[in-house]
C-alpha cells in the first residue's frame, strides 16, 4: 500500500485541507527535504489519478476552479457592480469613451512588451491555425487597436479581465484573473496635462470607494534613466536595474541591493549611489532641489523628466489633490513600454498612520504611466501615438469591501424583485402564472414559486429570505372582487387594491421602500 | 522570384483582400485545384513569413486580432451597452440573481459535455500546472459553480463571453468570441413551470429588441428518444442521430438522411420514418394528437414529454406568447446534456414573411432547455439539481442593430460629457483646469482640451463633433466678474453665468437636453 492507495478512498482533490493534512499525517515517515516538495509531488499525483478516474470506475475529478481564480457568487457580484458603477461614473465625468477588445491576442503583439514579465503570460495549446496568447493587460491591446485603426487620438476606458501566471494570493486580492478598469488618453497634446487627468481621476476613485487613506507615488522614466546615467548604470541594464528597483515596495533595500550586485552584475558603489537617490521623497520641492543635483541637472533626460515633474504638481495643485501625491523616486514598475511619468496609488492601513512618514501600504490599488513608444510598435510605418493611462485593480478592493461587509450586520440584496405574486389556496397556479405575466408585461418585477400548491408560510419566507418587500395575494374571493390583497412583508399591513391600479400602487410602493 | 516574393513589398497580413487579390492574379498561373486551397496555402505561409520578420530587419506581424474576433469601437460599444441594458432588465424582472465564474475550466471539467462539439473546445498550453481550457458555454461552468457550492435551488443570470473554435462566419454574426447571456433556473419545482418562464423571458427579450418578427421552436428531448426508438434506432445511436437531425435548420432532409444512413449506419427505413416525425409542427394540438399515435404514445419517455408539452403550452397560452412558440419535431440542439425541453428561438426575415408555413429563419438568437443530470456530473455523491434555462446570443442581435444604426443617419453619441470648459484667450490653461476641476467634484461631466492655447473654433468643433451640448466658456473679463459663458452649442446662444450657481445652471440645462 502506498502513500497514494492510502487516502483514495476518500480522494477529492478539489480541496486544500486534505492535502495537507495527507503531507504531515502519511507521509511523515517518507524521506523528503520539505513539506512543500511532498505536498507538491502529492498534488501532482493525486491530479494524475484524478484524470485517470477512480477504481470504481466512476470519473473523478477536482471540483474547483482554476489556481488563481474564483468564481462571484451573488453577494459578491452586488458589491463588484457598485465599485464598477463608482469607477465608470468617474471616467464617464472625465469625457471617456468605452472600447472592448478579445480576450486572447495573436502572441506576437504580445512578445517583447512586458520585460521580464513575459514569462507570466498564458499561451493557448497550438491547435492549428494562429498562436494565441490571453491578454496580460489591457495597454497593449489598446495600442495593438489604436494602430490597427489609425487613431491617433481618443480617451477611452476598458473594463476587462487579464490573465497572469503569477504566484497567487486570494486572501490579498492577487489572483490570475482578474479585472483591470483602464483609462488612457491618446494623442498629441501640450506635455502632463493629460498625465495629471489620470492622477485625478485615481484621486477621485479611490477617494469615492471610501477604502482609507492612500497615496498615490509618481516618479519619471526619463529621471530614473538620468538617475541611473550619472550613477553609473551601463545603458543596457538600465531596464534590468530599473525592474529591481521596482521591487523596493516589498523588498528591503538591502535585498534589491543583493539583486542589482549579485544577479544583475551592477558595481556596488553605482548600487549605493542609486540607494541615496530612491530615499527621496517629497512634491514640487523636490523636483526643484533635484534640478539643482550638479549631476542629475546635467543630465538630458533626467532634466526633462524633472521639468516636467514640476508642471506635473502645479496641475495636480490646481486639482487640489498634492496633499496625497508623492515625488518618490523609488518608484520605478516594471513593464518596459513606459517612457516618462509613472505612478501608483496605495492604500494605506488606518490604524498605522502616524506623523512620521513611515506610511504602511496594503499594497497598489492602481498604477499607470506614459507610454509614447507602445502604439509605434505597432504601426508598420512606426507612427507614433504618444499615450498617458492607468489602471484601476479592483480585487484588492473587493477584498477590503467584501470583507467590510461581512463585518457589518446590513444584508445586501442580490435581486430586485418588487413583487411576490402568491396564494393562500389551492389549485390557483393559473391564476398565479397569469397575474405575474400581466406585472411583468407591466416592466414590474415579480416572482412566482414554481409549485402547483405552495403554502402561505413558504411564499412569505421566500421573501424574507431575499428581501422582497411586496406580496400580491390572491384567492378565489379577491378573483370574484377583481382585487388583490396587496401586504407589505415588513410590517405584515394588508390591503386590497383593485386589480386595475395594482402596477400604479406597486410603483408607488416601490419608490418608497 | 517566387509567389511570397513577389508581394512581400506590400506584406501585410492583417487584411483580407490582399490574400484574395494575390490568389486572383499573382497565382492564376498555378497548378492548383481551387482558389480557396490557394488563399488557405499563401496565408499560413504569409503567418510563417510574418512570425521570421520581413528582409529589413525590423519585426513585421500581423496587425488583427485573432482569427474569429473582433474589436469593439465606441459606437459599438454604446449599441451593445443598450443591447444588455434590455437584457438584463429583463433578467430582473424575473427575480435573477447573477454570478461569474473564470473565462477559464479545468480541462476534465468541460470533458464529456458537449458531444461533438467538444473538438472545438479551445485548450490552453500546458505550461505546468493545471490543464485549462476556455469555456465553451456558460452552463457546464454554472453546473460546476452549483455541485462545488452545493446549492440546491437558485435563479441566475450571467452575461460573459464564451469561445468556440468553429468556422466564423462575422458578417452573420458568427464568431469564436461570442457573448452569451444565460438565465438559468436550479431546483426541483413542479413540472414545466420554470420551462415556460424561460421561454416567456425569451419572448419579452426579443420583442423589446426589435429585431423584427421571430419564431421560438420547442421541442422534448424525451419525444426525440421516444421517437427515436419507434422508429427503430438502436439506443447507442440516439445521440449520434439527435446530433444530425440538429443540422435540419442549416441542411436539407436529403443531406440530413445521407450522414444518417452514410456516416452514421442507420437503417435507411428507421431514417424515412424519422423523416416523417420531423415534418411535424404545431402547438397544444400537436401534442395531443401525437398523444394518441399508436406507437408513439407507448413509448414511456414520448408520452411523459408529450404530457409535459400539453402543459407548456397551457402556460404559454397564460403568458400569452403562444402566437410566437411553435411545437416542433425537427429541433434537437447537438448538445449532450439536454434531458426535457428545449427549445431555439430564431428571427425571420420581415420581407419574406407570407401566409405559407414556409418562414425564412435569418438563424438562431436564443436557444436552451432542460438539462436534468448536469449537476450530478459534477457532484461526487452523484445528487441531481434540475436545471432548466435559456441563452441569448446577441452578436447576431450586436450585427443587426449595427447594421441598422449604420442604415439611419441618426448619430450615436459615444460620452456623456455635459460641458467642455473653454476660453478664446491665451494663457488661460490654469484657469480652465480650476474650473473643469471644480466641475468633476460637483459631479458634472467635464471635459478640457489638453492644449495650453486652443482655438476658440477647435474647441467649439469639439462639441459639435463628439455632441456635447454645452460650453463653459472664461475669459479675462468673466473671471474679474466671477461668471462664466455658458453657451448653447446647438442654438449658440450664451448667457452669463455666476459662477456660484454654475454647477446648478448645467444640471438644469442637462435634464432639458
Excluded at 109 to 120: P, V
Excluded at 267 to 277: K, L, N, S, T, V
Excluded at 383 to 391: A, H, I, L, T, Y
Excluded at 456 to 471: F, K
Amino acid at each position: 500500500m502506498n502513500a497514494i492507495g492510502m487516502v483514495s478512498g476518500k480522494l477529492w482533490t478539489g480541496f486544500l485541507g486534505p492535502r495537507i493534512g495527507l503531507c504531515n499525517n502519511a507521509l511523515r515517515a517518507m524521506s523528503c527535504h520539505t513539506n512543500t516538495q511532498i505536498v507538491e509531488e502529492v498534488a501532482k499525483l493525486l491530479e494524475l489519478k484524478a484524470q485517470l478516474g477512480t477504481d470504481d470506475g466512476k470519473q473523478m475529478f477536482a471540483l474547483k476552479t482554476p489556481k488563481g481564480t474564483r468564481d462571484y457568487n451573488p453577494k459578491q457580484m452586488a458589491i463588484r457592480e457598485s465599485v464598477f458603477n463608482t469607477i465608470i461614473s468617474c471616467f464617464k465625468r472625465h469625457g471617456a469613451e468605452t472600447i472592448d477588445t478579445p480576450v486572447f491576442e495573436l502572441k506576437e503583439t504580445l512578445t517583447g512588451k512586458y520585460g521580464e514579465d513575459s514569462k507570466l503570460i498564458y499561451d493557448l495549446k497550438d491547435q492549428g491555425g494562429e498562436l494565441l496568447s490571453l491578454r496580460y493587460d489591457l495597454t497593449v491591446p489598446f495600442a495593438r487597436y489604436l494602430a490597427m485603426n489609425k487613431i491617433s487620438n481618443i480617451k477611452r476606458y476598458h473594463i476587462a479581465k487579464v490573465y497572469r501566471r503569477d504566484n497567487p494570493a486570494m486572501t490579498k486580492g492577487r489572483y490570475r484573473e482578474f479585472y483591470q478598469c483602464d483609462f488612457d488618453i491618446a494623442g498629441q497634446y501640450d506635455p502632463m496635462i493629460p498625465d495629471a487627468e489620470c492622477i485625478k481621476v485615481v484621486h477621485e476613485i479611490l477617494a469615492e470607494l471610501q477604502l482609507g487613506d492612500f497615496r498615490i507615488k509618481v516618479n519619471d522614466r526619463r529621471i530614473l534613466d538620468g538617475m541611473f546615467a550619472v550613477c553609473g548604470v551601463p545603458d543596457d541594464k538600465f531596464r534590468a536595474i530599473c525592474s529591481t528597483v521596482d521591487k523596493l515596495d516589498k523588498a528591503s533595500w538591502e535585498e534589491v541591493k543583493n539583486e542589482m550586485v549579485g544577479e544583475k552584475g551592477l558595481a556596488p558603489e553605482a548600487a549605493d549611489r542609486i540607494g541615496e537617490y530612491v530615499r527621496m521623497h517629497g512634491g514640487f520641492d523636490l523636483a526643484e532641489k533635484l534640478l539643482q543635483d550638479p549631476q542629475l541637472s546635467q543630465n538630458k533626460h533626467a532634466l526633462e523628466g524633472l521639468t516636467d515633474m514640476k508642471d506635473l504638481f502645479k496641475y495636480l495643485e490646481l486639482f487640489k489633490i498634492t496633499d496625497k501625491v508623492i515625488f518618490d523616486l523609488s518608484l520605478a514598475r516594471g513593464l518596459d513600454y513606459y517612457t516618462g511619468v509613472i505612478y501608483e496609488a496605495v492604500l494605506i492601513r488606518p490604524q498605522n498612520v502616524h506623523p512620521s512618514e513611515e506610511l504602511v501600504s496594503v499594497g497598489s490599488v492602481a498604477g499607470g504611466g506614459r507610454y509614447d513608444g507602445l502604439v509605434g510598435m505597432f504601426d508598420h510605418k512606426g507612427r507614433k501615438v504618444p499615450c498617458v493611462g492607468v489602471s484601476v485593480g479592483i480585487e484588492r478592493v473587493f477584498s477590503i469591501l467584501e470583507q467590510k461587509a461581512e463585518a457589518s450586520e446590513e444584508k445586501i440584496r442580490t435581486t430586485e424583485t418588487q413583487v411576490l405574486v402568491a396564494s393562500a389556496q389551492k389549485n390557483l397556479l393559473e391564476e398565479r402564472l397569469k397575474l405575474t405575466s400581466e406585472l411583468w408585461d407591466a416592466g414590474i418585477k415579480a416572482e412566482v414559486l414554481y409549485k402547483k400548491n405552495p403554502k402561505l408560510l413558504s411564499q412569505l419566507q421566500h421573501c424574507e429570505e431575499t428581501g422582497i418587500p411586496l406580496v400580491a395575494i390572491i384567492g378565489e374571493q379577491e378573483l370574484k372582487e377583481g382585487v388583490v390583497k396587496l401586504r407589505n412583508v415588513a410590517t405584515r399591513e394588508e390591503v386590497d387594491v383593485s386589480r386595475v391600479t395594482l402596477v400604479e400602487e406597486i410603483k408607488k410602493r416601490s419608490i418608497q421602500s
